[in-house]
């Protein structure tokens, strides 16, 4: 079970209680996440966790990885996301095949953020691979 609680701050931020990990919400504000980038970030590291593990499992050398995201909205209401792009930028010594198998598993059936989404919004996933 996940247990978590806001505190509104007035306007349309919110910020975690102190029970809670530290995390501030804003529906406009520069500088403070939404909670579609929240949702965003929340697949990022969900599926680049399960990248790292898979790729280190396999006692490749990884030594850097940045995820990338570009999503588009619905127009109107609710602006839910309908389409998310993940690029894996990945440093080390890893061949392609096993960087595709991580990141086939994450979606598939490890990434418990992304196996919450609605089916319909269109995932689309790239990486490279530099020494």
């Known amino acids: 079970m996940v247990s978590l609680s806001l505190d509104w701050l ?25 909670p579609p980038q929240a949702l965003a970030y929340g697949v990022m590291a969900c599926m680049g966790m399960d990248v790292v593990h898979t790729i280190q499992k396999g006692r490749h050398d990884l030594r850097a990885m940045r ?17 998310m792009g993940l690029h894996f930028e990945i440093t080390g010594v890893v061949p392609d095949h096993v960087v595709q198998r991580a990141i086939d598993l994450s ?8 196996n919450t989404i609605r089916t319909d919004v269109e995932l689309t996933t790239t990486f490279a691979v530099t020494g």
């Not at 349309?12 to 406009?28: H, K, M, Q, Y």
């Not at 979606?107 to 992304?114: A, T």
């Open 67 to 83: 995820v990338r995201f570009e999503g588009e909205r619905a127009v109107e209401h609710p602006r839910r996301f309908v389409t």
């Open 10 to 34: 007035g306007d349309l931020r919110f910020v975690n209680t102190d029970d809670s990990p530290a995390i501030e919400l804003n529906s406009s504000t520069p500088g403070v996440t939404s």
């Open 107 to 114: 979606r598939e059936k490890y990434c418990s953020v992304w």
